[in-house]
T-cell receptor, first 116, second 119 residues
C-alpha cells in the first residue's frame, strides 16, 4: 500500500534550534496538509497545499513557522527558532483533489517533536 | 464556523461487547462529509468509516457502523464485538463539500475519545 512518509519520527532538540520536518506525499496526491496534535488543542490544521501552492496557512504562527513544497514529492515544515511550546506531534497528510467525490486524506506516522 | 464536539474524553468497553462513541457537529452547510479516524498507540491515523451527508443510509464497515442523524447533527460510531485491537483514540471529523473562497475544503477534527478495551 502507498503511504505518506514522514521524517524524522522523533526529534529532540534545544530551544532556539531550527527544526525541519519532511513529508513525502503519496504519488499522485495533489493536496498536502500539515497538522499539529497536542493534548490540549487536539488536531490543528497548520497548512494546506494544493498543486504545491499554499492555499491556507492561517493556523500557522507566521513568525517562526514556514511550510513549503519545493516539488511534488516533498513537503517541509520548519520552525525557527523553536520553543518548548512547539513540542507536539506533527502530522502530514495527503489526498487527491480533483473536485467532485470526496477522497480521504492519508496520514503519515507523525513526527514527535520535543523542545527542551 | 463549523465545529465538531466529542463530549466523551474516555470510554471503556468489555471485550466482545458493543460501544458507541458520540460526536456532534455544527454547520450551516447542507452538504458535507463526516468520518471517524482511529489512532492507535502507534500514532498512525487510520480512516475507519465515512458518511456523505446527502446519503440517508448509515455507513457500515464490518464491525463499525455509524448512526447519522442529520437534523440533530449527530454522528455516533458503534463498534460491535469489541476487540483488544480496537483500543485507540477515535477522532470524529468534518469536511465541507463546498470550497472556501481560497479554494480549500474545511477540515475540522474533534478532540478525540480514548477507547479502552478490557479483557
Amino acid at each position: 500500500d502507498a503511504r505518506v512518509t514522514q521524517t524524522p519520527r522523533h526529534k529532540v532538540t534545544e530551544m532556539g534550534q531550527e527544526v525541519t520536518m519532511r513529508c513525502q506525499p503519496i504519488l499522485g496526491h495533489n493536496t498536502v496538509f500539515w497538522y499539529r496534535q497536542t493534548m490540549m488543542q487536539g488536531l490543528e490544521l497548520l497548512a494546506y497545499f494544493r498543486n504545491r501552492a499554499p492555499l491556507d496557512d492561517s493556523g500557522m504562527p507566521k513568525d517562526r513557522f514556514s511550510a513549503e513544497m519545493p516539488d511534488a514529492t516533498l513537503a517541509t515544515l520548519k520552525i525557527q527558532p523553536s520553543e518548548p511550546r512547539d513540542s507536539a506531534v506533527y502530522f502530514c497528510a495527503s489526498g487527491p483533489d480533483q473536485g467532485g467525490m470526496y477522497q480521504p486524506q492519508h496520514f503519515g506516522d507523525g513526527t514527535r517533536l520535543s523542545i527542551l | 464556523a463549523q465545529t465538531v464536539t466529542q463530549s466523551q474524553p474516555e470510554m471503556s468497553v468489555q471485550e466482545a461487547e458493543t460501544v458507541t462513541l458520540s460526536c456532534t457537529y455544527d454547520t450551516s452547510e447542507s452538504d458535507y462529509y463526516l468520518f471517524w479516524y482511529k489512532q492507535p498507540p502507534s500514532r498512525q491515523m487510520i480512516l475507519v468509516i465515512r458518511q456523505e451527508a446527502y446519503k440517508q443510509q448509515n455507513a457500515t464497515e464490518n464491525r463499525f457502523s455509524v448512526n447519522f442523524q442529520k437534523a440533530a447533527k449527530s454522528f455516533s460510531l458503534k463498534i460491535s464485538d469489541s476487540q483488544l485491537g480496537d483500543a485507540a483514540m477515535y477522532f470524529c471529523a468534518y469536511r465541507s463539500a463546498a470550497r472556501t473562497t481560497s479554494g480549500t475544503y474545511k477540515y475540522i477534527f474533534g478532540t478525540g475519545t480514548r477507547l479502552k478495551v478490557l479483557a
